[in-house]
């Protein structure tokens, strides 16, 4: 294994060897080691109670930051041969906690005992050791390593609710380590968690909504096709969706309309979601795109306008999520767009106009939306007309080089007002906004003398 193993892992190794302490490299880095797989978090540990690691680490000019000393965790820096390495350090320990399925212990005890140490941990495969001087794998639950080649997330503790109640997330993070790596739950496993679905309700939004976009992202992890789609559908039949993003969930059991779906609603945003392209704010749009039609068929007795009503459902959702402002602002254009054209009858000149509304970068998301959802509707390949004329209209218009904005034209502001002589006002932002119209509809206009020719004639 040593070489795999970063020198700086050795290095550092060295110096808890000399201060009479085994330094192990521990969890997911070891699994991926196990699994042929690249990466793994740089997560260490040791008997070397906290404030005794900080110490004699210090003593050889490394970088310590105290990041939980009460949970025994500290954050080690170091330089060799002018690279950096950062490790996370965490003394052997027990941790106890509230019921409820909060994360924080609300006490912890150090141990010298790895067996403990190893049955805190969430899965088998996670609680793995590497001995950074022998290069041994310490396997303390007796099943990691055997886990680690057949392909199952196992509780490290005896008991898999020992595991979970430890930390509600947990559930979560079984999914997703099920999805990226492409392994099975045990069955105990399973079991448990789908019993003890509710105590994800005891868990933050932030903690459940990162650990549901690393969900969502499962195939890029380690290149596992279908990962996000084996994780979406997991959640959902351990009946974890209602925690997560309840919004999505209303859609469980929705009939649609067999002529165009093989999916109830919430299905269907799953399966276009996978289809997806793996950028979040896309995969987040195919996810909710139609989480109004619940609502809409409980208000009128159909779906029509679901749309309208997703919007505002949407972006209440991510609201709630503390999602970024400039992701949410996409994914809630993209929901109430998501209908434009749906016969694929609009002209060329509405589908530039609606473009050129929605910006260039969000139409391209627009249309692989569009892709999405067909294929996602259970029915097979799908021929997806409108989304086939949305881009070949994108390619004119980018072969004609149609400007997106008025900070496309090739005249600016300042330079109208020195042409005509006039002073800033309102005029020069009219002129400019008849301008970019006119270029988009006419691209070859948009050069700096016709288009101060065109504002001599417009002023």
């Known amino acids: 294994m040593s070489e795999i193993v970063s020198k700086g892992a050795i290095a550092l190794s060295k110096i808890f060897n000399d201060n009479g302490h085994t330094l192990y490299l521990v969890g997911g880095s070891v699994r991926n080691m196990i699994c042929g797989l690249p990466g793994g978090d740089a997560d260490v540990c040791s008997t070397a109670l906290p404030g005794d690691a900080a110490a004699f680490l210090r003593g050889e000019k490394v970088t310590v930051i105290e990041k939980a000393l009460a949970l025994g965790t500290i954050e080690a820096h170091l330089t ?17 906690y509230h019921d409820g399925g909060v994360h924080r212990p609300y006490k912890v005890h150090f141990t010298k ?17 590497l001995d950074l001087q022998t290069d041994e794998i310490i396997d303390p639950t007796g099943r990691g390593i055997a886990d680690a080649h057949d392909g199952i997330i196992r509780a490290a503790a005896d008991n898999a609710i020992d595991t979970l109640k ?85 859609g469980d059991g929705v009939q649609q309309s067999k002529r165009y779906h093989a999916h109830d609603v919430m299905g269907h945003g799953i399966s276009a979601c ?40 949407a972006r209440q959702a ?45 139409f391209e998301l627009l249309i692989a939306l569009r892709r999405a959802d067909f294929l996602g509707s259970g029915m097979g390949e799908a021929v997806v007309t409108s989304a086939d004329n949305w881009q070949n209209e994108l390619d004119v218009m980018i072969n004609k080089k149609v400007p997106w904005s008025v900070a496309d ?6 330079e109208i007002m020195e042409a005509l002589g006039i002073a800033p006002s309102r005029k020069i932002g009219d002129i400019l906004m008849i301008l970019f119209k006119e270029c988009v509809r006419n691209p070859g206009k948009n050069t700096k003398e016709i288009l101060i020719k065109r504002a001599k004639k417009l002023i």
């Open 80 to 96: 060799l041969d002018g690279e950096k390495y950062v490790f996370e350090h965490t003394t052997f320990r027990q941790d106890y």
């Open 113 to 129: 005992d790895i067996a403990i140490d190893a049955r805190r941990r969430d899965f088998t495969v996670n609680a793995l050791y």
């Open 409 to 414: 034209l090739n005249v600016t502001g300042s």
């Open 166 to 250: 430890d930390d509600g997330l947990r559930i979560m993070r079984m999914v997703r380590f099920a999805a990226e790596l492409g392994f099975s739950v045990s069955e105990d496993l399973h079991e448990c968690a789908k019993q003890n679905a509710c105590m994800l309700a005891d868990i933050s939004v932030e903690r459940k909504r990162d650990e549901l976009f690393k969900i969502m992202l499962a195939d890029t992890k380690y290149g596992k096709d279908g990962a996000q789609l084996t994780g979406l559908l997991l959640l959902r039949e351990l009946g974890a969706m209602q925690y997560v993003l309840p919004v999505l969930n209303e």
């Open 318 to 362: 991510l609201s709630k999520l503390k999602i970024d402002n400039k992701t949410k602002k996409t994914v809630v254009t993209l929901v109430a767009h998501h209908m434009f054209d749906l016969t694929a009858k609009a002209k060329p000149k509405t589908i530039r106009k609606h473009a050129i509304g929605l910006g260039r970068e969000t």
């Open 274 to 313: 996978a289809q997806a392209a793996p950028i979040l704010p896309l995969r987040l749009a195919a996810l909710l795109h139609d989480i109004g039609k619940p609502r809409a068929m409980e208000a009128a007795g159909n779906m029509y306008d679901h749309d309208e009503i997703g919007t505002q459902m």
